[in-house]
Structures are given as structure tokens and as C-alpha cells.
């Protein structure tokens, strides 16, 4: 990543701006069109994909498309982020989260900021958001290290696919968790709720570092034997 701090920090708040909008958004016109829960849901996934795939190809050169505080924070134990930048990145995130809820209520006529009733809390639930996390984090690391550019489509396609089989539907996004608890619509949690969310994502993605800093450790290493036993 060459651009500017500023501009690195824009595109974080404006891309988890349009990922919430589009998150909440697709939520209520699904609930709106569809009476039926699964159908809603469908709609929701699919926005929701199509979406990321988008905002990771476009915007991932400025600022490397993190649009989620626990992919920042793994990035920067990594080494890949410094500590200052990873901190504004999560407020740009987070700020961004709040405004793409408002967005999507001014873009339906609803009120702006509301206070959600959807109860999401138990072990199922966190279990279930730390597996979602765990499974993104090592996604993009693999990613990383083994194709950068097929990133925008294994991150939508690994979160459409997260939806369904998780009982959260998939967060795995801290600044996502705060964003909805605004929201009293199909996307909604509340705002008591939340905590354990997040910290149920921040230790899935912390897991995901260490196992696949392991995996790809033994990747290089065997990579390495193979290249060495090939020389004359």
C-alpha cells in the first residue's frame, strides 16, 4: 500500500460504510419484499457477497479493504500494520459501520439511528461468531500468501457461505456488530449483545493467526526442502 494515511483511512470508513449499508439495507428490503425468513436471508447473503467483492476489488489497493478491526488487528501483530494506523483504521471503520445504518434508514424512510430488540447472545451464538471470524481471518491469510488477487472473491464467497452455516449469520466483524445494534430491523442485535460478539470475533481471529502462521510455516518449510532437493 502506497497511498497516504488519510487517504487509507477514507476508503476504510467509506467501504465499511457501503458494506453496512448494504448489510442492513438488503436486510430491510428483503424483510420488506419476502415474508418468508429463509428467502430474506438469501437476499441478505447475496447483497452482502456481491457487495465485498466489490469493495475488496476497488478500494483494497488504497487501503488493503481490512473494513473489520479484528482483520486490522491480526495484520498488525503481523507486522503489516503499525500501531497508529491500525487504530485509525478502527475508528474509520466503526465510523463508518454507524454511518452506512444511517444511510440505509434514510434510504427507506425510517428513522436514522434506533435502538435494536433482536436478542443474539448465548454460547451458540458466540461459539458461532468465533468459528465466522476464525474462518474469515484464515481465509485472507491464505489468501495472502497464496493469491492475492482471488481475495475479493474468497472473502464474499466465504461469508455467503458463513451466513448459512453459523447460527449468527456471520458477523465476524467487530465494527459490523456495533453497526447494527442501531438498527431495529432484520439485521439488528442488541446493544447488549454485542460485547460478547466482539469479543468472540477478536479471539476467532487471533486463533486463525497462530494455527495459520503454523500451516504456512510448514508450508514454506516443505516448499523450501523440494527447491533445495531439486538443485544439483
Known amino acids: 500500500m502506497t497511498s497516504p494515511l488519510p487517504q487509507r483511512v477514507a476508503a476504510e470508513t467509506v467501504g465499511t460504510a457501503f458494506l453496512v449499508a448494504a448489510v442492513v439495507g438488503s436486510g430491510i428490503m428483503a424483510d420488506t419484499l419476502a415474508r418468508d425468513a429463509a428467502l430474506a436471508l438469501l437476499a441478505n447473503t447475496l447483497a452482502t457477497g456481491a457487495m465485498l467483492v466489490v469493495l475488496i ?16 488487528l491480526i ?18 471503520q466503526v465510523a463508518g459501520g454507524i454511518a452506512g445504518t444511517v444511510i440505509a434508514h434514510a434510504m427507506f424512510g425510517l428513522p436514522l439511528l434506533q435502538r435494536s430488540l433482536n436478542i443474539r447472545t448465548g454460547d451458540a ?13 484464515a481465509t485472507i491469510l491464505a489468501g495472502l ?52 460478539f466482539i469479543l468472540a470475533e477478536l479471539a476467532g481471529a487471533l486463533c486463525a493467526l497462530a494455527a495459520m502462521t503454523w500451516l504456512l510455516q510448514a508450508q514454506v518449510s516443505d516448499a523450501a526442502i523440494q527447491t533445495a532437493g531439486e538443485q544439483p
Do not use: M
Open 57 to 72: 476489488t476497488t478500494l483494497g489497493p488504497i487501503s488493503g479493504a481490512h473494513f473489520n478491526p479484528a482483520i486490522s
Open 145 to 196: 500468501r497464496f493469491d492475492r488477487k482471488a481475495i475479493p472473491w474468497l472473502v464474499g464467497l466465504y461469508i455467503c457461505a458463513a451466513y448459512w452455516f453459523t447460527a449468527s449469520t456471520s458477523f465476524a466483524n467487530p465494527a459490523v456488530a456495533i453497526a447494527r445494534s442501531f438498527t431495529e430491523t432484520f439485521s439488528g442485535i442488541r446493544t447488549v449483545d454485542v460485547p460478547g
Open 75 to 92: 495484520l498488525t501483530l503481523k507486522g503489516e500494520l503499525p500501531r497508529r494506523e491500525a487504530g485509525l483504521y478502527a475508528l474509520g
Open 125 to 137: 451464538q458466540w461459539l458461532s461468531e468465533g468459528v465466522a471470524s476464525f474462518g474469515l481471518a
